[in-house]
Nanobody, 127 residues
Framework: QVQLVESGGGSVQAGGSLRLSCANSGTTYNSYCMGWFRQAPGKKREGLSSIATEGGSTYYAPSVKGRFTISRDNAKSLLYLQMNSLKPDDTAMYYC????????????????????WGQGTQVTVSS
């Protein structure tokens, strides 16, 4: 059973930075496509970024491209999301997600492409 645990959320002023982490308890972490999503109150869950099993391919939503960076440490079974130049619109609950196998370049941003989910970590950006 794969368990995902996010950490690193918090409150920050606009223009600030945060780094989210996601620990994956799966025994073959490097076999999973990993992704980051967020959901603000009253809004749909939004796919932000995804990274291939060996970290060779990454995908970003236009809303975060150039500001957020996804990375993974397979030796430590950790996923990261470095978030810079944060805006109030970035306020949301952030989730990591995992799916065994390769990431799909066409559906990576769909929540239905991932089987495993963490409980989320709250990010609040004040103006």
């Amino acid at each position: 059973q794969v368990q995902l645990v996010e950490s690193g959320g918090g409150s920050v002023q606009a223009g600030g930075s945060l780094r989210l982490s996601c620990a994956n308890s799966g025994t073959t972490y490097n076999s999973y496509c990993m992704g980051w999503f967020r959901q603000a109150p009253g809004k749909k869950r939004e796919g932000l970024s995804s990274i291939a099993t060996e970290g060779g391919s990454t995908y970003y939503a236009p809303s975060v491209k150039g500001r957020f960076t996804i990375s993974r440490d397979n030796a430590k079974s950790l996923l990261y999301l470095q978030m810079n130049s944060l805006k109030p619109d970035d306020t949301a609950m952030y989730y990591c997600a995992a799916q065994i196998g390769a990431c799909s370049s066409t559906v990576w941003s769909s929540e239905y492409a991932y089987r495993y989910w963490g409980q989320g970590t709250q990010v609040t950006v004040s103006s």
